[in-house]
Nanobody
C-alpha cells in the first residue's frame, strides 16, 4: 500500500500563501490520479483538486483561480500552491492517491487562515 506524507501546513494571514507537498512511497505513474481533499472543522471531507497521471487537472470551484497543483515525477511528489487564502480555507488537507485498489489518503496537514 502506498504511503503518503504531507508537509507545508501552518498558520497564515488572510490573503497569504502556502505550499503543501505530498511525497508518495511509490512511482506516481502507478497511480490513476492524485490530488487533495480537505476537512474543515465540523464539516465533511471535500474535494479540492485532482491531477491525472496524463496531466488533466480538475479544481473545485473554491480552489479555481487561487490554487495550483503540480507534479514532480522525479521525486514522486505533488505540490499545492495556495494563494489569496481565506479563513474558510482553514481545514486539514489530505493528499489523495487513487489506483486500482481504490483511494488512499495521507495523515493530513493543518492549514489555518487567521489574523
Amino acid at each position: 500500500q502506498v504511503q503518503l506524507v504531507e508537509s507545508g501546513g501552518g498558520l497564515v494571514q488572510p490573503g497569504g500563501s502556502l505550499t503543501l507537498s505530498c511525497a508518495a512511497s511509490r512511482n506516481i505513474e502507478s497511480s490513476i490520479f492524485m490530488g487533495w481533499d480537505r476537512r474543515a472543522p465540523g464539516k465533511e471531507r471535500e474535494f479540492v483538486v485532482q491531477i491525472l497521471t496524463g496531466g488533466s487537472i480538475t479544481y473545485s470551484d473554491s480552489a479555481k483561480g487561487r490554487f495550483a497543483v503540480s507534479i514532480d515525477n522525479a521525486k514522486n511528489t505533488i505540490h499545492l500552491q495556495m494563494n489569496n487564502l481565506k479563513p474558510e480555507d482553514t481545514a486539514v488537507y489530505y493528499c489523495k492517491w487513487v489506483d486500482v485498489t481504490g483511494p488512499h489518503w495521507g495523515q493530513g496537514t493543518q492549514v489555518t487562515v487567521s489574523s
